[in-house]
């Protein structure tokens, strides 16, 4: 057989192979399939793990850690109510250019994003830290387009288990994650609207100003591009906008599945910003 019969084989084997695999993945039990993507079940929450623990920290990796297991092992969970000062993060800054924990192999700086339920999603996190922590737990933000098509069928509006009628509420509270029941995707993933707004990898011209989408679209908050300006120490509105997605407790009727902002830099810090990984 010479060489273009063997590659012809290899396309003929790669026509064939593909479309199987796509249809057998199996995600692991912290996620749900969505298409050909494991997307997280539940919103992120970030912990800290001695990179010791191999144990501990491989369960994370493969998605198979329980909340028992964090709390056996000793993780200690991040999760603040408001953005104040996080000195915890003394080797994990705000830009996401950790410093690992000495000895530690692979290099880690010892925080990782896991998908449990029970607990409060992490917020005050920056995209960066976010970025990194998806990656350091095997996993990566999920991308605009794959947060749209995970987010389908979110009850919106629809009877959320909080007493309220829809899951896009004006709450202030925000909800542990898979706690209400009924505000999740007809993929299985709970909370993608309404809870905290979440990041995604994808970048944009930072926006301005804010409309809504039709009626026909529920009205969902857009908050994308804009002018910008010409920057220098003052000015801000030139750097990238990383897009949040799905709006918060705070937005009503603006949160939705169509929901999507770019206004803010990577840099931010909200509690009300929250992210989720996936696979």
């Known amino acids: 057989m ?4 063997i590659v012809s084989a290899a396309v003929v084997w790669l026509a064939t192979v593909l479309p199987t695999q796509a249809i057998t993945l199996r995600c692991p039990a912290d996620s749900v399939k969505v298409g ?19 144990t501990l920290v491989r369960k994370v990796q493969t998605g198979r850690v329980t909340l028992a297991d964090l709390q056996a092992g000793g993780a200690i969970p991040l999760s603040p109510s408001a953005c ?3 000195n915890v993060f003394t080797n994990f800054p705000r830009s996401g250019n950790w410093t690992a924990v000495p000895g530690s192999n692979p290099p880690s700086p010892g925080f990782y994003a896991v998908s449990v339920a029970g607990v409060q999603p992490s917020r005050c996190i920056t995209w960066f830290q ?19 098509g995970a987010a389908a069928g979110t009850p919106d509006p ?13 709450n202030s509270v925000i909800a542990n994650t898979g706690s209400r029941s009924s505000c999740k995707s007809v993929w299985g993933a709970f909370d993608m609207i309404g809870n905290v707004d979440e990041w995604v990898g994808d970048w944009a011209d930072r926006s301005v100003s804010c409309t809504n989408w039709p009626a026909s679209l ?6 994308v ?12 509105l030139s750097f990238p906008g990383a897009f949040l997605r799905g709006g918060s407790s705070l937005d009503g009727t603006g ?12 840099s931010q810090r909200s509690d009300v910003i929250g992210f989720r990984c996936a696979r």
Not at 36 to 54: K, R
Not at 218 to 223: E, V
């Open 36 to 54: 050909n993507t494991c997307v997280d079940t539940y919103e992120a929450s970030l912990w800290q793990i001695d990179p010791a623990n191999t």
């Open 84 to 86: 104040i000062a996080m």
């Open 225 to 236: 591009g804009g002018p910008g300006d010409p920057g220098g120490q003052s000015g801000t």
């Open 255 to 266: 949160a939705g599945v169509f929901a999507i902002n770019s206004g803010g830099d990577p």
């Open 218 to 223: 529920g009205n969902d908050l857009s908050c």
């Open 2 to 5: 010479n060489l273009r019969h």
């Open 158 to 170: 629809g009877v959320a288990d909080d007493g309220s009628t829809t899951c896009a509420t004006i």
């Open 130 to 148: 976010a970025n990194q922590a998806c990656l350091l737990s095997g996993k990566r933000l999920l991308t605009n387009r794959e947060w749209q």
